[in-house]
């Protein structure tokens, strides 16, 4: 499973490649795969006929290298109901890829004032204290401050370098107008990382998609870090050229993963299918009761 902005948690076929030199892991998608297939093939006709030295392949040309990059070693998702009745969120989440937890990190959420200055319970005649159902806040001004505070239990082959990063829904980060994502700083050298991350983030009008998001929605806090790299970064590592056979099993078993892949996809459709039929015919039932 991958994280796809506009549909949440999707099913994709990647294939992992692990560099021996560097211990560095990385996944290709499948178009990316089949790129790095073409230029293998090139490669490897170029080196039976003696056109290539591997020693002198520089990276660039090389179809087996990436460069060490942060990746993403999971994500939290954090519900926001309780902000819809202005209550606030503060809680360890569950840190996953895929089923396999990958730590926690700690999450605040909380309405605050329009300042970003913290709301003191015990004022009188709060900003929020009129809202006693969501619907409360629609065409109202909404606060809130996010704090990502720390991570605990990272992977450790990941601990060079880590950091977060979340967008939320039409609230934009407008100091990064090409994607609106919202970044904590990077800490280095550990697998418990100390973020300390502020952000007071605002929705000038609560409308009712704000709403509803509100009620419904989540936000993904996804943690990237910088895998740890064997080699040093040094010189270009003379590699081991695929056989023509090992190319050819490698293209059939992504194949392979995408049948397998459509046939569940097929199933949840089928299940889906039936368990919204089940409900309507439940619904049916109590109408003609009443």
């Not at 990190?105 to 929020?128: F, L, R, V, W």
């Not at 090409?178 to 697998?191: A, I, P």
Request: hydrophobic share 35%; glycine share 6%; with cysteine.
């Amino acid at each position: 499973p991958v994280m796809s902005k506009n549909e949440g948690l999707v099913s994709q076929v990647m294939v992992e490649v692990t560099d021996e030199a560097s211990g560095l892991e990385f996944r290709w998608n499948k178009d990316k795969f089949i790129n790095r297939v073409y230029i293998m093939r090139e490669m490897f006709e170029k080196f039976s006929q003696g056109e290539l030295d591997l020693a002198k392949v520089q990276h660039d040309a090389d179809p087996f290298w990436d460069p060490n990059e942060p990746v993403n070693i999971g994500y939290c998702t954090v519900f926001f109901k309780p902000l819809s009745y202005c209550m606030p969120i503060d809680d360890d989440q569950q840190i996953y890829v895929q089923t396999e937890s990958q730590g926690i990190m700690h999450i605040k959420m909380e309405p605050c004032k329009p300042d970003g200055s913290a709301i003191n319970e015990d004022e009188e005649d709060s900003i929020y204290d009129d809202i006693t159902d969501p619907t409360d806040l629609k065409g109202r001004r909404l606060d809130v401050l996010v704090q990502v505070q720390h991570a605990r239990g990272l992977p450790s082959k990941y601990a060079s370098a880590v950091f977060v990063e979340f967008e939320l829904y039409k609230a934009p980060n407008p100091l990064r107008p090409e994607d609106g994502k919202y970044v904590t700083r990077t800490v280095h050298g550990t697998s418990n990382p100390d973020f300390h991350f502020t952000q007071h983030v605002t929705w000038e009008c609560v409308d009712e998609d704000v709403l509803n998001h509100l009620l419904t929605g989540n936000a993904f806090f996804n943690v990237f870090g910088l895998q740890e790299d064997k080699s040093g970064g040094g010189e270009v590592v003379k590699r081991k050229m695929l056989t023509a056979a090992e190319v050819e099993e490698l293209q059939g078993d992504v194949k392979r993963l995408e049948g397998e892949r459509d046939k569940h996809m097929d199933l949840l459709a089928t299940i889906k299918a039936k368990s919204v039929e089940a409900a309507r015919n439940g619904e049916a039932r109590n109408g003609e009761a009443a």
